[in-house]
C-alpha cells in the first residue's frame, strides 16, 4: 500500500510541484477552450490567446514565488 | 507525417531531458556501486532500465490507436504542466530564489546515507542497493519515458525522440563510468531550462491544433513559440532577480 501511495506521488509530481501553477493553467486551457469560440474576434486570434495566457500565468507564478521567498 | 520543425525539437527535447535525468540516476548508480559493490547496483539500475525500455514499447504504439485530437489535448495539457513544471524551477533556480542541484553534493550524502545502512551482506543479492538504484533509475527515467511517449505519440516522432534519449543515456553512462565520478560540471539548469520551454512550446501548440485553433504560419508557429517562450523566461529571470533576494545556496533538490 505503501509502495502505491508513494508511486502515486511520485507519479503527480511530474505534473505537479505548485499546485497554483497546475490549477490555473488548467482552468485556462478550460476557459480557452469553452469560450474563445464565442469571442467574436477574428478565430486566427484564438491560438495566441492561448499561448498568451500561458504565458502570463508562469511571469505571474515566478515574480510571485520570488517575492514570497 | 512529421517535418523538421517537430522531429528537431522533439529530438532535442528528448535528448536534453535524458542528459539532465540520466546525469541525476548515475550519480546514484555510482554511490550504490562505490559504497555497497557494482553488482547490486547494475542489477537495480537494469531491471529499471528494462521496465523503462518496455513503458516506451508499449505505451507509444498504444497511444498511436487514440485519435489524434484527443491526444492533442489530453497529452498536450500533462505536457503543459510538466514543461512549465521545468521551466518555472528553471527560472527560480536562474534566479537564485531555489538552490542550484549539486551533483556532488548529492554524492557525499548518499554514499554517508548507504555506509550508515551497510551490514555484513554479501554483495551478489544487496536488497538495499538494488532497490535503490532501481528506484533513483526509475524515477528519473519516468520523467525521460513521459517526454519520449508524449511528444513522440502526438508529434509521431517516437521513434526518433526514443533514439534521442537512448543516446544521451549511453553518452552519459560512458562519460559517468570513463571518469568513475558523478557529472558535477553538466549545466543542470540550463538543460532544465532549455527542456521545459521546449515541451512548453509543443504542449502550447499541440493544445491549439486539438481545441481547434489554427495558428499563424501554421507547423513553423511551434519554432515561434519556442522563441517567445526563450524570451519571456530570460526576462522572467532578470524580473525575480531584480526584487532583490539572497541567492540561495546550493542543495541536493532535485
Known sequence: MNLIVRAFKQLVGLFVEDGTLALLLIIWVGIAALALPRVPINSSWDAVILFAGCVAILVENVARAGRRD | ?254
Open chain 2, 1 to 254: 507525417m512529421a517535418n523538421w520543425t517537430h522531429i528537431g525539437p522533439a529530438v532535442i527535447a528528448a535528448f536534453l531531458a535524458s542528459l539532465l535525468d540520466s546525469v541525476e540516476a548515475l550519480t546514484t548508480v555510482l554511490a550504490v556501486g562505490t559504497v555497497r559493490g557494482w553488482r547490486p547496483a547494475f542489477i537495480g539500475a537494469g531491471a529499471a532500465m528494462l521496465v523503462l525500455a518496455l513503458l516506451v514499447a508499449t505505451l507509444g504504439p498504444a497511444l498511436s490507436l487514440v485519435p489524434i485530437s484527443v491526444l492533442q489535448v489530453t497529452i498536450g495539457m500533462l505536457l503543459l504542466l510538466f514543461g512549465m513544471r521545468w521551466l518555472r524551477e528553471a527560472i527560480l533556480r536562474s534566479a537564485g530564489v531555489i538552490a542550484v542541484h549539486d551533483e556532488a553534493a548529492a554524492f557525499a550524502k548518499a554514499t554517508t546515507l548507504l555506509g550508515r545502512k551497510r551490514k555484513s551482506v554479501v554483495a551478489t543479492w544487496d536488497k538495499v542497493a538494488i532497490a535503490t538504484t532501481f528506484e533513483a533509475v526509475m524515477l528519473e527515467g519516468l520523467e525521460v519515458v513521459f517526454v519520449v511517449i508524449a511528444i513522440g505519440s502526438v508529434g509521431n516522432t517516437l521513434i526518433p525522440a526514443t533514439i534521442g534519449a537512448a543516446a544521451a543515456c549511453v553518452l552519459v553512462m560512458i562519460v559517468g563510468f570513463a571518469l568513475y565520478r558523478p557529472l558535477a560540471r553538466v549545466p543542470a539548469n540550463f538543460l532544465k531550462f532549455t527542456v521545459g520551454v521546449l515541451v512548453s512550446a509543443f504542449a502550447i501548440f499541440w493544445l491549439g491544433e486539438g481545441l481547434g485553433f489554427s495558428w499563424p504560419g501554421t507547423d513553423t508557429a511551434i519554432l515561434g513559440i519556442i522563441v517567445i517562450l526563450i524570451a519571456v523566461a530570460v526576462g522572467a529571470v532578470r524580473l525575480v532577480r531584480s526584487s532583490g533576494r539572497a541567492p540561495a545556496r546550493k542543495a541536493n533538490r532535485t
